[in-house]
């Protein structure tokens, strides 16, 4: 996933829904905008998340929100055992490798799904699942309860700046004013124009507030940017990055 919504609905006139039955319908329109070629996914995002992660030899991972998994594969190939990827779309690869083991289920329910009873991982990823938690705490401390000895946290979510910028120019107020509103606001996915996603924006402190109440301290905190190659071959990219931020990457470990 790569999107923070709170709710979300298929109806043509907005009105707030469940988001996880919209991500059913926005999973497949979402793989196919990744797959492109200036995809900021592909530019920006794994590349950044790739290397927090280092070395996954032997590592278990597991992917809370996984979408159809194709980047756990990928870990899977680099090294990584024993990893599982849990998404609600049920939208997964067809031919997984081994060693790789897809489970649909909720993210705001990790601490009953199925399948996790017991288990530990290394590795625990939010790649831009993690805003659609109903209780991101709870979320959170069910992660830290499966990580392994010397295990960590992998979040990435949208710079919220991005939010107030766009909200902003919507309703013509300051950005100070959207960054610090706790008012709903919906907008077209992007991947597919009749389904409207609606969020809550959010502000750093009470993103590291999370973070805290779970239990978690941060040992690593980036805001990736594109490569001056990738600025040279995608102008439109590097003008919607310097004007709306890009993500906030954390790797998070227990206290």
């Known amino acids: 996933m790569s999107d923070d919504s709170q709710a979300a609905t298929s109806s043509p006139t907005g009105t707030p829904g469940d988001p996880s039955q919209a991500w059913v319908e926005l999973a497949p329109d979402y793989e196919r905008a990744r797959a492109r070629e200036d995809s900021l996914d592909r530019l ?31 870990l899977v190939g680099d090294g990584a055992t024993a990893s599982v990827g849990i998404d609600v779309s049920g939208n997964f690869l ?5 060693s790789l083991e897809f489970i649909r289920g909720d993210l705001s329910e990790l601490d009953t799904v199925p399948g996790l ?16 938690a109903k209780d991101p705490v709870r979320t959170l401390q069910a992660a830290r ?13 949208t710079q919220p700046i991005r939010y107030a910028v766009e909200q ?20 077209l996915s992007g991947w597919n124009d009749q389904i409207t996603l609606t969020k809550r924006a959010y502000t750093i402190s009470e993103l590291l507030n999370v973070f805290s109440a779970a239990g978690l301290w941060i040992e690593t905190a980036i805001e990736p940017q594109l490569s001056e190659d990738a600025r040279r071959r995608y102008p439109h ?3 919607w990055m310097n004007k ?3 993500i906030l990457i954390f790797r998070l470990r227990p206290r």
């Open 44 to 74: 920006v995002e794994w590349p950044a998340q790739r290397e927090l992660l280092g070395d996954v030899t032997g590592r278990s991972v597991l992917d809370v929100g996984c979408g159809n998994g194709g980047k756990l594969a990928e």
């Open 94 to 98: 067809s031919a997984p490798p081994a």
């Open 117 to 132: 009873a017991g288990r530990r991982f290394d590795r625990i990823l939010y790649l831009q699942s993690f805003g659609y």
């Open 145 to 157: 309860a499966m990580l392994a000895d010397d295990g960590f946290i992998l979040l990435t979510r």
């Open 168 to 187: 902003a120019e919507q309703n013509g107020t300051s950005l100070g004013e959207e960054y610090f509103s706790t008012a709903p606001f919906s907008y």
């Open 237 to 239: 990219k590097h003008a």
């Open 244 to 246: 709306y931020l890009g």
